[in-house]
Structure formats: C-alpha cells, structure tokens
C-alpha cells in the first residue's frame, strides 16, 4: 500500500512536471496578452509586434528586413518588431493561417495578395480604412499603383497594402540572340514571334525557353500571363467566380503547350520554378519567363550580357501582378493595430520603397518612389528595372478566390496534366472548370 | 461489491499503466473518436461553425478522382519499394552477417540513410534528379544524349521517387534480417557445408525459409511506412506533376493546412486508419500461421 | 569451381552496390565544400572552401535550431523513459484485471502511428493550447507503445528470484523497479533512447505543423524553409551545407558507434 502511495506522488510530480512545461510553453507564445495588459493605462508601455514575413528572393534579405525593423523601433521606442522569418510564400500562409485558427495570430504579415478572400473567409483580418480616414496623409493609398491595389481591395474597402509586388518578365540573353544571328535589342514582341525566336535560339545545350510551371502557384500564375493576353483574367473580381474554360484560355494552354511539343524550343514536362534561373544564368536557355523579383539576382549573377522586357502579347499586353500585401490581423489589441499601421506606412516610405526594390528587384510600390533621387539614379544606369514597372498598365491581379487553394490547385493541376502530355488543353480545362465551380459553389448561395 | 483485495491486488499495476494510458488516450483514442465525428460535419472556410451532413464527405470522396489517383500512387509506391528493398536487404544481411573483411563497410554503406533526416535525403535526391546539371544527368550523358526531366514527368516521378526509398528503406530492413539470422543456427549450415551443398541452394532451402517471420514483419512494417514517408514530398514535388507523385498522408496534409476543409481531411484521416487496421488485422492472421509450423 | 567463383562475383556485386550507396554521401560533401561560383560546373575540381557554412550560419538561425533539436529529442527521451519503464514493469511482471485489455489498448498505437494522425492531434493540441510550443512537439510521443514493448520483453528475462532476494530484503515494489530492473535494463535503455533519438531528431511532418515561431522550430523545419525560401535559383551550395550541418551529429554518431546503432536497431526488430 506503502508503495502504491508513492507512486501515486510521483505520478503527480510527473503530471505537474509536465503540466509546468506546457503552462511554460504557452507564456512563451502568448506574450501578446501579456503585453496587452501592460499597454492599457500607459501609452508608453511596450509593444511588441510580432510579424511574419516571407523571403522568396533569397537568404540574406531576412538581414535587411531585420534591419528595417531595429530602425523602426529607433524611431518609435515603445514598439518592438518581432519578425519571425516564415519560409516561402505558401508555408508562410500555412503558418499565418494555423496561427489565427490556434487564436495566435500574428500582428501583422506579408501574404500573398490573392489571400485576400481566405483571410476574410477566416475573418482573421481588419479593414484599414479607419486608419486610412484618420491619417492626416490623404494622398497615401492614391499613390500605389492602381494595379497593385487591386488586389487588396474588395466591397469598398481596404484590407491590405502593397509591400514587395511583381510582374512577370522575360529576361533574355543578348549573347545568345547575336549567336542566333538575332537582333539583341529586338526581343519578340508577339507570341508568333516568341515562337519564331526561340526555334532559331534552340541548339545543342540550350534551350530558347523556358517557362517554369511548379505547382501551385508559378503554374497558375504563369498561365495567367498568356490568360491576359489573349483576353481577359481568368476570375472575376469578387473572387466568386472562376473563368478557366474559355476557348480564348484553351487557345492559350495550346501555345504553351505548343512550345515544348510543336516547336520543341521548350523542354518537355513540368519545368521547375527555382531551377529556371539557374539555368538561364549558366546559358542553358536563352530566355525565360520569371518574375520581376528575380531582376537583382539575374544582374549580379549573369556573365553575359542580358535584357529584359514585356511579355510578348496577343491580343495585347498582360501580366498578372504577384508578390506580397501587408495584412493586419484581428483579435489583437488596438494599440497593436495603430502600432502596425505605424510600421505599415514605415515600410512604405517613399524612400524605403525604392530602396527594396532596389535591393530585391520587386517593383517599388507607390509613384512617388520613382520620383525618389535613390531611384532616379539607379534607373538611369539600369533601365531594365523600369520595365517592370511600365509593364504594369497592362497588369490585372494575380488569381484571387474564395477557398483560393482549391481552385488554384484545379488550375495548376489541370495545366500540368496537359505539359506533360496527360491531356488536351479543352478538356483539362473544362475540369478544372468543374472542380473551381465546386469549390466556390457554397459562397455563391 | 468488489473486494479491498482486488483494489489491493489491481491498482499498483493500474498506476504504474496510468502515465502512458494518459498520453495514449489524449494522443490516439481521443483524436480517432474526434475525427470520426468530424468526418461526418462540414467544416471548411464556407462553413465557420460545422453542419452535420451525415456520410456525404464519404461520398464525395467516391467522385474525387484526385483521392483515387492518390490512393493509386500508394499501391504503385507499395508495389515498388516494398520487394525490390527487402530481396536487397536479404542480400546484404546475408553477406553482411558472413565473416568477412569489409563486413563492416558494406553495412555501414547500406545502413546511414537511416539516421540522416528525411527532409535532408530529399535536398540531396532534389539536385541528383534535377536535369541539365543534376548528377544523374551528368551521369547519363556519357550513356546517352538525352536528358530526363526525372521529377517534372509524371511517368518517371514515382519512378524516381522508389528509387530513393529503395536506397533509404533496404539498410533498415537489413538490420531485421541480421536479427533474423542470428538465431539461425550455425549447425544447420555446418551440416549444409558437409553435405556440399550449393551457397544457393542452401540459401533457398535453409536460410529463406527460416527467415519467413522476419520477412513477413519487415512486409507489415514496410506497408506501414509506405503511408508514412511523405516527407521528400514537401521538398521534391509538392505531390506534382498534376498529383502523379501525391500520396494518402500528404493529400491529408494539403487539405488540413492549406485548404482548411477539415471534413474532408477527417474523412481522409479516417479512411488511412481503416487501411492500417486492415493491414494488422492481415499480421495478425499470418502471424498466428507462422506460430504454427515453427 | 564454381562455389568460390560464383561467391566471388557475389561480393563484387554487394561492394558495388555498397559504393553506389555512398555516392549521395559523398556527393553533398563534395557540393557542400566546393566554392560556390563552381556549384554547377561539370568539371571536377579540388576547391576547398568553408563559406558555405558561413552563409548557412549567418542566413537562417540555425543555432536555434539546433537547441530546440536537442531539447524535444532529450525531452521526448526523459518522460519515455519514465512512463516506458512503469508500464513494461507491469506488463512484464504483474497479474491484474484487464491487463488484455490494456495490452491491446498500446498495441494500437504501433498499428495506428501519431504520425498518420496528424490533423486529429493538431486539433487536441489547438484544444489544449500547446500550438507551437516545444511541448506540443512532444507531448504525443510521451507514451511510446514500441518502448513499452522492447522493455518488456527485456524485464522478462530477469530471474525472478532477484526480485524475490530483494523483497525479503525489505524493499518495495517502488524501490525494486527502479533499483533492480532499472539498472539491470541498461542496454535495453540503449537501444531504445538510439532510436528514440534518431527518430526525434529526422522527425519533420509533426514539427512543421506545430511551430509558427523562429524560436520554437526545430533542424528539419528550419532546414525545409531554408531550402525553398529561394526564387532565385536552386541554392546548391548553401543547401547542401545546411543539409550536412543538419544530418552531421547523428552521421558522426554513427560512424563513431556503429556496432551499437546497428545492434541497436536490431534488438528494436525483434518481437
């Protein structure tokens, strides 16, 4: 019996050792709460905001962002930046989205535009228009590009702000163009002569082009291009409906297609987004299509001489826009809010733009940091950074529904099953079609 | 109505159970229990508070043809690494287990895949497979031009992916048969060596059949990993091309924590743990045999 | 002839076979060392350089990393032990109501692993608020059925009468467990903390899902973000040194105690 009363102690010790460890576990992340209760009563209490951000542009740029933030808290004392480094675009969403389903949500975050309607679905976001009105900078949200703004607006408000936002380019190697016996100043400005072009481009150990199509997002969105230029975007703006089966859209799938198969300047099957420009670098295609972000990295790391330009049109001139909005999230205090308001227009600076996207190659948000002196003199000794920007009147927005997964998986599942020779455009498309009619039947009762 | 004598006799035993009933109860029973009743609610992003709708998740996954093609892959994924890495790792247990030099060497070499991370393995067999510079196209220049987009072809994925966990799996189930054949006696072979038996003859007549149980578990508990390993997947494919190299676990996965249809993932859950009973419930009836003629 | 000769063509066929499996080993150290600017260059080369691991080093937090590995792997292994102990000690050794029962209740575990329940755990640990705490990477794996099972199967083979000597000594049940069985268990121990701690430390799909933070992500999660965070072209160099510096403690470990692994392992396999 003796024993049996000790071993029911030891139980308990174990049970509370435990317990201590999860209570433990949980103040570590719950410093949100904690700092709430300090801040009310004292304006120049601490707060601390915690933000998820992405880097899909490589390594050390989480040392830039760090360095945005410690210079933010210089200027506002009171505020603190936790950034919490969340991997690429899609694990970062997972992370955002598991954190608000946990009731932890993050203060403020970079996403993926087109998150939009998930985020709403999940109402884990706060409209910015009160701060927006009460801002005495009334020109601040006119400043953007329209474009980009798209996105981040839907039923008359404004749910986010533009941060690091692209376009797709076609980069193109100017050596391989002379070697072609082709005009280096003249890339191809129509699919026709895309096609004309890369044929002649194609020889032993390179390809004339690649455009890469991994799953989920880089297949979609590049077909979005093609979407844009032969028509119109491939949903509607209130994120309900989704336009895939389209002859126009067919037509589109065909002639990308029809590069890999018909005019066999394109390798066969599903090109992989990350490797396509390293192999534009070490001259195994003489063009590609990729995004703006890539532009810094292409210009440090080509050994030849490279251009870039606007996507070759059809009917005309498209692109989808890409990259990430700042969101601020709910069910966090209101100073966190107006604190994160605060870093939002921080990182929008005129000045701050320009200067990320110099570093990073994004297209910089707002006009006025084209205006910049920074800027100025950068463009003018690299002009190729301005394309992205002037490519910009033709962009529409990046595909945004509610239950986004889902039809942006029917999409790209659909495209990659017809690169790799598994099915015809008409009727993978007419798929995904059905299964994007699924997923969005329930927000359109 | 029960005696002090039974609680005297009985609870010593229950508490020292009770520590890891907690866990398992909070970690496997609970969650089954869960899951079941989630399996029959709506709960996505169109529906903030669960509707009860009966067996339709179960239903719809009859018209998924992405569950089914998901389904498919784990059979060929079954298919294809289970036989060719255990008559691998046969092979080399039975060299490995033979007083050799280089023993030691040969089953170094087969067995370190295990204690590197699968999520590393996928990094490495990522830039083995990638095309124009990967090491397998350097490799097969000099056997022939062309060059295999091994991970962007939906015929070759699954391919390249068995490979891999061939490579991986065979030193694991290595170890098993080198349990095995340690209790294989040494007269039996002496006998065989006095007899002048063939090396394949006696494999086949002796040392096969005596390794009969431990090749059935190292079946059950390759099946059981063969729903398991998902992990390459995050790195590699992403499941791609068009769901070609997608797998049970990792289909869960996306629909969980990207999409947020949490019926349907409950239902997926349930689907994968009838699978896995089904696979004990076949153990335990040919262990039972085994018992029999040992 | 032939039995020597064809023995002979076996061993050159496992040896190859033994130096193919090696070749991935080798090929990411041989990336992980090479200068970067002659990742991709098919030429073979003898260049030496550590910057890749600086790189690694300075671009992700990976120190961090490496601690939070260390204290769920330690973590994980300290309360197995504890709980693996008492429950093997009753099955191995006590008479008492349902012990059937129970006995099939941690059966299942084996049949139905955590790592298939992953929605279902994740939404137990939201319930208990443990999301992306260090503790909720553990917690499932607290009881461990294989554990339970392999020390059992140990503890049976202690006679008997050493346990009978000590309660004529005096000692409790209490003080037998952990005085006798416990000491006496040690290579049982062995084998299991070996492949307890093998399995912590490659373990990725649980991690993942469980940590948001910097501060509570493990080696393999941080490693996976690390290797997809680029857009700008496959990062060989870096990624390769980051996928050394992840695998290298349990590989030097194993290359170190290589009989005691494997052994390891062995004993883990049989039933």
């Known amino acids: 019996m003796k024993a049996c009363i000790k071993l029911i102690g030891v139980t308990l010790i174990a ?22 209760t300090n801040t009310e009563g004292n304006a120049e209490e601490k707060i601390e905001l915690t933000f998820y951000y992405p880097v899909q542009v490589g390594g050390p740029l989480t040392a830039t962002i760090e360095g945005m933030a410690a210079e933010f808290t210089k200027q506002n004392p009171n505020i603190t930046v936790k950034s919490v480094y969340t991997g690429n675009y899609s694990d970062t969403a997972v992370k955002t989205q598991a954190a608000v389903q946990g009731g932890t949500p993050p203060d403020i975050a970079v996403l993926l535009a087109n998150e939009l309607y998930t985020l709403l679905d999940m109402d884990a976001i706060t409209p910015l228009d009160s701060f927006i009105d009460k801002d005495p900078d009334d020109t601040y949200v006119n400043d953007f590009f329209p474009a980009f703004m798209a996105n981040a607006q839907t039923d008359g408000k404004t749910y986010s702000i533009p941060f690091q936002r692209s376009t797709v380019l076609l980069y193109y190697n100017k050596d391989a163009f002379r070697e072609a016996g082709l005009d280096p100043n003249k890339p191809p400005t129509t699919w026709d002569e895309l096609a004309e072009m890369s044929v002649k481009l194609t020889k032993q150990g390179q390809w004339g082009i690649e455009i890469p199509a991994t799953a989920p997002t880089p297949a979609t969105w590049l077909f979005q291009t093609f979407a844009l230029q032969n028509g119109k975007n491939v949903m509607t703006s209130d994120g309900k409906q989704a336009i895939y089966d389209t002859p126009e859209n067919v037509e589109a799938l065909q002639f990308w297609l029809d590069l890999s198969t018909k005019y066999k300047s394109m390798p066969k099957g599903v090109i992989d987004w990350a490797t396509t420009p390293s192999d534009f670098l070490q001259g195994k295609t003489a063009m590609m299509y990729h995004t703006s972000g890539n532009l810094t990295n292409v210009k440090a790391n080509s050994t030849f001489d490279f251009g870039v330009s606007f996507l070759p049109k059809k009917k005309q001139y498209g692109s989808p826009t890409g990259g990430g909005n700042l969101y601020i999230f709910k069910g966090i205090p209101e100073k966190n809010k107006e604190a994160a308001w605060k870093f939002i227009k921080f990182l929008t600076e005129s000045e701050r733009a320009a200067q990320w996207s110099i570093d990073t190659g994004y297209v910089a948000v707002r006009k006025s940091a084209y205006e910049t002196e920074n800027m100025k003199a950068y463009t003018t000794d690299f002009p190729e950074a301005l394309v992205a920007k002037d490519q910009l009147q033709y962009a529409d927005s990046e595909l945004a529904t509610h239950n986004v997964g889902k039809t942006v998986k029917a999409l790209s599942d659909a495209i990659q099953r017809v690169v790799t020779g598994n099915s015809d455009p008409a009727s993978a498309l007419k798929q995904a079609q059905e299964e994007a009619d699924k997923a969005l039947e329930p927000f359109n009762k | 109505m029960l005696s002090a004598k039974f609680w005297r006799d009985n609870s010593f035993a229950w508490l020292l159970l009770l520590p890891s009933l907690v866990f398992l109860i909070l970690f496997t029973f609970y969650p089954i229990g869960k899951t079941v009743i989630l399996s029959l609610q709506q709960s996505d992003l169109a529906a903030r508070e669960p509707i009860f709708i009966g067996l339709d998740n179960y239903k719809s996954l009859i018209g998924d043809s992405i569950f089914w093609k998901v389904m498919t892959n784990n059979f060929w994924f079954a298919i294809g690494t289970i036989p060719t890495s255990i008559a691998l790792a046969l092979a080399m247990a039975v060299f490995a287990n033979k007083a050799l030099r280089g023993k030691g060497f040969v089953r170094t070499a087969f067995f370190y895949p295990n204690v590197i991370p699968m999520i590393a393995i996928a990094n490495v067999w990522l830039f083995i497979y990638t095309p124009q510079y990967g090491l397998l196209s350097r490799a097969m220049k000099y056997v022939e031009k062309g060059d295999l987009n091994w991970l962007g072809n939906p015929d070759l994925v699954m391919w390249a992916l068995i490979v891999m966990i061939v490579w991986r799996e065979a030193g694991y189930f290595m170890i098993f048969y080198l349990a095995g054949l340690q209790n294989v006696s040494p007269d039996l072979y002496e006998a065989a060596d006095i007899d002048g038996a063939r090396p394949w003859l006696v494999f086949r007549k002796i040392t096969f059949p005596l390794l009969m149980p431990t ?18 997947l995050f790195i590699m494919t992403k499941g791609g091309p068009d769901n070609a190299s997608s797998l049970l676990l990792y289909y869960i996965y996306e629909q969980a924590f990207a999409f947020w249809d949490l019926g349907k993932a409950s239902t997926l859950t349930i689907v994968m743990i009838v699978l896995l009973l089904i696979i004990s419930a076949v153990q335990f009836f040919w262990m039972d045999k085994k018992v029999h003629y040992e | 002839m032939s039995a020597r000769i064809s023995n002979r063509i076996v061993n050159s066929v496992i040896y190859s076979i033994a130096v193919l499996w090696l070749i991935p080993l080798i090929w990411v150290i041989y990336m992980a060392f090479r200068p970067k600017e002659l990742a991709l260059s098919p030429k073979f080369t003898f260049d030496f350089t550590l910057a890749n691991f600086v ?67 994740y939404s137990i640990l939201k319930e208990l608020s443990l999301l992306d705490t260090r503790t909720g990477i553990m917690i499932p794996y607290f009881a461990s059925a294989f554990g339970v ?51 912590h430390w490659n373990n990725f799909l649980w991690p993942l899902i469980v940590t948001n933070s910097v501060e509570k992500r493990p080696l393999t999660v941080g490693l996976s973000l690390f290797a997809q965070s680029s857009e700008t072209g496959a990062q060989w160099s870096e990624v390769t040194a980051a996928t050394l510096l992840v695998s290298a403690p349990l590989l030097i470990g194993f290359f170190f105690f290589q009989k005691q692994f494997i052994s390891s392992f062995m004993q883990s396999g049989i039933k």
């Not at chain 2, 090749?215 to 390459?232: G, P």
């Not at chain 3, 008492?86 to 191995?92: R, S, T, W």
């Not at chain 3, 049976?156 to 416990?182: C, N």
């Not at chain 3, 121990?189 to 307890?196: D, N, Q």
């Open chain 3, 55 to 121: 790189n690694v080093w300075q671009g992700a937090p990976f120190s961090v990393y490496y601690l939070n590995t260390i204290i769920i792997v330690l973590g994980v292994l300290a309360v197995q032990i504890f709980t693996v102990t008492l429950a093997a000690y009753a099955f191995a050794r006590l008479q008492f109501w349902g012990k059937s029962i129970f006995f099939t209740l941690f059966l299942m575990q084996i049949m139905i692993p955590n790592d298939v329940l992953i929605f279902p755990n």
């Open chain 2, 215 to 232: 090749t059935l578990f190292v079946m059950i508990v390759a099946l059981t990993n063969s729903f398991k390993l998902v992990d390459h």
């Open chain 1, 15 to 36: 049970a509370s050792f435990i317990a201590g460890c999860s209570n433990a576990g949980q103040n570590n992340t719950n410093k949100l709460p904690a700092s709430q």
């Open chain 3, 149 to 199: 099972f392999l020390l059992r199967q140990f503890f049976k083979t202690i006679p008997v009468e050493l346990e009978e000597a000590a309660k004529v000594e005096g000692l409790s049940k209490w003080a037998i467990l952990w005085k006798i069985y416990f000491p006496l268990g040690k290579s049982a121990y062995i084998s299991f903390a070996l492949v307890s701690i093998s399995y």
